[in-house]
């Protein structure tokens, strides 16, 4: 499974990005699958997640109203539509997959696949 996520860039305070995850694998509608970040200097963090249906999404509270998941199936991509940005959203954001478990987990350990990483900077 090989995951390239893309959309990354330079925005200011209040502005809109989508960040996508193109996904090998045939069966890629069974993988859980989430979106993580990192700032320089902490922890990667979760961000949101979606279950392989897309019927179940979780989210961190720092990003619950303004963020959003979404997955094409039949494109096998997942999407992170992120509206309102602040400067502390700024980070290098990761997608992941989850192909062993059945619920949605938050823990990065639990995801066996990653991406590459897109930067995202948000000045004020």
């Known amino acids: 499974v090989q995951l390239q996520a893309s959309g990354g860039g330079l925005v200011q305070t209040g502005d809109s990005l989508r960040l996508s995850c193109a996904v090998s694998g045939r069966t890629f509608s069974s993988y859980n699958m989430g979106w993580f970040r990192q700032a320089p200097g902490k922890e990667r963090e979760f961000v949101a997640a979606?279950?392989?249906?897309?019927?179940?999404?979780k989210y961190a509270d720092s990003v619950k109203g303004r963020f959003t998941i979404s997955r094409d199936n039949a494109k096998n991509t997942v999407y992170l539509q992120m509206n309102s940005l602040k400067p502390e959203d700024t980070a290098v954001y990761y997608c992941?997959?989850?192909?062993?478990?059945?619920?949605?987990?938050?823990?990065?350990?639990?995801?066996?696949?990653w991406g590459q990483g897109t930067q995202v900077t948000v000045s004020s």
């Open positions: 979606i279950s392989g249906s897309g019927g179940t999404t």
């Open positions: 992941a997959a989850d192909l062993l478990t059945y619920v949605i987990l938050r823990a990065p350990r639990e995801y066996e696949y």
